[in-house]
């Protein structure tokens, strides 16, 4: 039996490899501590097979999580661990992160939450849990939790300030083969300061010579297709440069997220020749006033600029927007969706999100007080779906946990403004419009 039974439990239209619960999984190996490591897709994981899992698993179970998989995750615990008394439950991943103190205040069943980048302090906790002592862990940085009716949280998140310092994954402990392309990061943190999000600052990149080590340890597993997750890849344009030798050099080809006040034309046509196939901008918006109100450095006629010559170089190229902002007008709305069309007839593919509520972000805190429950259903392209579990059976009991903690879950709601409705039956006519069917509902 394993010291500890690691789940990746997440919504994803593609197969993706769980870096980061490998991660915590590698370093705990390294200490000497037995992990076995499982990857859901909460898409095809309901509250039968969840329980089958559990049952079969370790006395400590740690679940990596987004802040989208948290009702199911919660919802499964909460029906389970009744029948499961002596199990320590641990989240980790960004969405327990953010909401570690509403979770643990909320959710007395939730053991523990290692909040921020767990590989150094996970195995230090496992041997205090193991030890029941639960005292200690206060002096662990990182960790929150719930003991004996008390909840002690942690002021801030662990941090790995050397990623040289952190071990080679060990791809063993999974089938390499089930995933391609391979999620693969270079750095952590961001250099962005957006005001909707929460990765600002605490930027950090791996050494090259420890991304030649890893990216040759790859090919040796027959790898040759990597998706880089790195926040924002397009920082060090030196960095790029020798990252671009090195993965021509072993044929290499990659996908990343770029910066659009980062970029020009040289340093395109390097990483096209270099490898990257695919490059995802995070354009935001087509208006000028929310750009600044959002905070991202750059202008509308930068993205168009920049997404253009991409084009030249990279054979598949994305551009993101957002809407929603509490702030934006109908025809900011507008501004973004003819932007985004624009982009798009000139081969770049468009992907428009309704704006995710982070708790922590600059957004959230001004405008908490109009966050409402968004109730509904469209297509990927145009609206992110808020509601992936859509067909489960749990459906309604999952709608009900969400609407009553609304502090836990605000990722299912939205800022209340002015021409929501609007620029819903707006979006609609669109897709009418393009012949594709439709998917609107409300609950």
């Known amino acids: 039996m394993p010291d500890i039974s690691l789940i990746n439990l997440s919504y994803s239209y593609w197969n993706n490899l769980p870096l980061g619960t490998?991660?915590?999984?590698?370093?705990?190996s390294k200490q000497g501590i037995r992990a076995d490591l499982h990857n859901c897709n909460l898409n095809e994981t309901d509250l039968t097979s969840f329980r089958a899992l559990i049952k079969s698993s370790a006395d400590i179970v740690?679940?990596?999580?987004?802040?989208?998989?948290?009702?199911?995750?919660?919802?499964?615990?909460?029906?389970?661990?009744?029948?499961?008394?002596?199990?320590?439950?641990?989240?980790?991943?960004?969405?327990?992160?953010?909401m570690h103190k509403e979770i643990l205040s909320h959710f007395p069943f939730i053991n523990m939450i290692a909040c921020g980048e767990a590989e150094e302090i996970i195995a230090p906790a496992i041997k205090m849990i193991r030890s029941n002592d639960w005292n200690s862990l206060r002096n662990l940085p990182g960790i929150?939790?719930?003991f004996d009716k008390q909840i002690h949280l942690s002021e801030k998140p662990a941090f790995i300030r050397d990623l040289d310092s952190l071990p080679l994954l060990d791809y063993s402990l999974l089938d390499l083969g089930a995933y391609t392309p391979i999620s693969y990061e270079t750095a952590r943190g961001c250099i962005g300061k957006c005001s909707y999000c929460t990765l600002k600052g605490n930027f950090r990149q791996k050494s090259i010579e420890r991304i030649g080590?890893?990216?040759?340890q790859l090919k040796r597993f027959g790898v040759n297709k990597l998706r880089i997750v790195d926040n924002t890849?397009?920082?060090?344009?030196?960095?790029?440069?020798?990252?671009?030798?090195?993965?021509?050099?072993l044929g290499l080809r990659w996908s990343c997220e770029c910066r659009i006040d980062n970029m020009d034309e040289r340093?395109?046509?390097?990483?096209?020749?270099?490898?990257?196939?695919?490059?995802?901008?995070?354009?935001?918006s087509g208006s000028d006033k929310v750009l600044r109100d959002i905070r991202k450095g750059y202008l509308s006629k930068d993205i168009e600029e920049i997404v253009t010559c991409a084009l030249k170089h990279i054979p598949s190229v994305t551009a993101s927007f957002m809407w929603g902002f509490p702030f934006e007008t109908f025809n900011d709305f507008l501004c973004t969706l003819e932007l985004g069309q624009k982009l798009n007839d000139r081969g770049a593919f468009k992907l428009l999100n309704i704006l995710t509520p982070i708790p922590g972000s600059f957004l959230y805190r001004k405008y908490k007080s109009l966050l409402e429950f968004y109730p509904y259903k469209l297509t990927p392209s145009y609206i992110w779906p808020r509601l992936y579990f859509w067909e489960k059976k749990e459906k309604n009991q999952l709608i009900k946990l969400i609407k009553q903690y609304p502090d836990v879950f605000p990722c299912y709601y939205t800022y209340r403004s002015k021409g929501l409705k609007k620029k819903i039956d707006h979006i609609i006519k669109e897709r009418i419009s393009c012949g594709w069917s439709l998917g609107e509902e409300e609950f």
């Open 22 to 28: 490998l991660s915590v999984a590698s370093a705990l």
């Open 62 to 98: 740690g679940i990596g999580c987004s802040i989208s998989s948290l009702p199911d995750i919660i919802y499964y615990i909460k029906n389970i661990k009744a029948t499961h008394k002596n199990k320590i439950f641990i989240l980790g991943g960004p969405g327990p992160t953010i």
């Open 144 to 146: 929150s939790f719930s």
């Open 213 to 216: 080590l890893e990216l040759r």
């Open 233 to 249: 890849f397009n920082v060090n344009r030196d960095y790029i440069k020798t990252f671009c030798e090195l993965t021509k050099a």
């Open 267 to 284: 340093l395109l046509e390097q990483m096209g020749r270099g490898g990257c196939e695919e490059i995802f901008f995070g354009a935001e």
